[in-house]
């Protein structure tokens, strides 16, 4: 029934193969465009990346946080923990990836946010600093001392109450050569705001590979608890996390522009459907063919029949 109604509404075919062939060469540029995504999206790929500083007074155009994406830290830097001790921040990397946070440890507002939003992603998750991960906090103050790195410590492990991971959290100070070289590292740009006194700066959390390079990193000051288990499997080279864990990471991916996972569902969704409309070209242009055979056999059987009379 298909084939006579397609060819009463072509009835020229040798004309539609040429059609047809740029509807399929259409169908493979949509798809391959559903894959990297919309045409916006690839252009905006193609242009320099919008930075936090955007929309900033004046006074505020240097303050940022766009860290390099498999950027290397400087491991070897010099800096000294809550107790006093001189320590190299490689000594926090063996075999286990690091959540690095940089704040200052007397902020009174976001820097103290940040850190609470970090305690409560990591208390929705099983895996356990010094055992899975480590975290490792350090100021951006060079006046602050490690005495303000032992109340910071104490107020953050009060809070996150499991006792059994206190060996896991680091709070760490510095001279100012070594923060300069570690924040430059990390992206991370902040000023001193004289009139108010305090230090103007971004938020946000790095995930960084056990070799010492940036994997992943969140804005803001809370975090999702998916996207810090996600982000710490990924930065472990998949060596913490279960089965299902592997199996979701293949339906979300990691969105550098907005430091979140996001579901792939609709470009999935879009490439069924672009799959599916591609299938249908080809039944219909099978279906073409088909019919101009079968005209092809009844001529040729007519004409027999008419040479045998």
């Not at 894959?35 to 790929?45: E, I, K, N, T, W």
């Not at 109450?161 to 924040?183: E, K, M, P, V, Y």
């Not at 550098?256 to 999935?268: D, Q, S």
């Not at 409309?277 to 004409?303: F, K, N, P, S, V």
Request: aromatic residues 10%; contains cysteine.
């Amino acid at each position: 029934m298909i084939a006579p109604i397609i060819r009463m509404a072509l009835p020229n075919t040798r004309q539609m193969r040429f059609p047809f062939v740029w509807c399929g060469v259409l169908c493979l540029v949509l798809i391959v465009g559903a894959v990297s995504g919309s045409p916006a999206r690839a252009q905006d790929l193609l242009s320099p990346a919008p930075t936090s500083s955007q929309g900033l007074p004046p006074q505020l155009q240097d303050i940022g946080f766009k860290p390099p994406l498999n950027g290397p830290l400087p491991l070897g830097d010099q800096f000294h923990d809550e107790n006093g001790q001189t320590v190299h921040l490689g000594d926090y990397f063996h075999g286990k990836p690091v959540i690095l946070a940089l704040v200052y440890y007397k902020c009174p507002l976001l820097c103290n946010q940040a850190l609470q939003g970090l305690v409560g992603s990591l208390k929705m998750i099983n895996f356990n600093p010094g055992q899975d991960f480590e975290v490792v906090v350090v100021s951006f103050d060079p006046r602050e001392t490690p005495q303000d790195a032992l109340a910071k410590k104490q107020d953050v492990l009060a809070h996150y109450r499991r006792g059994a991971s206190d060996s896991g959290w680091h709070f760490l100070t510095g001279d100012q050569a070594q923060i300069h070289t570690l924040t430059e590292a990390a992206g991370f740009r902040f000023m001193w705001d004289a009139p108010s006194q305090m230090w103007a700066h971004a938020s946000g959390l790095l995930l960084v590979t056990p070799e010492g390079r940036i994997s992943r990193y969140f804005y803001g000051i809370e975090y999702s608890p998916r996207d810090i288990r996600w982000g710490l499997i990924e930065a472990s080279h998949n060596k913490i996390g279960t089965p299902v864990d592997q199996v979701l990471l293949f339906c979300y991916h990691y969105d550098p522009t907005t430091g979140k996972y996001g579901a792939l569902v609709v470009r999935m969704l879009r490439v069924g459907g672009i799959l599916t409309l591609l299938g249908l070209g080809l039944l219909i242009y099978a279906c073409i063919r088909r019919a101009r055979r079968t005209d092809r056999m009844r001529q040729i059987e007519h004409l027999r029949t008419s040479g045998a009379r």
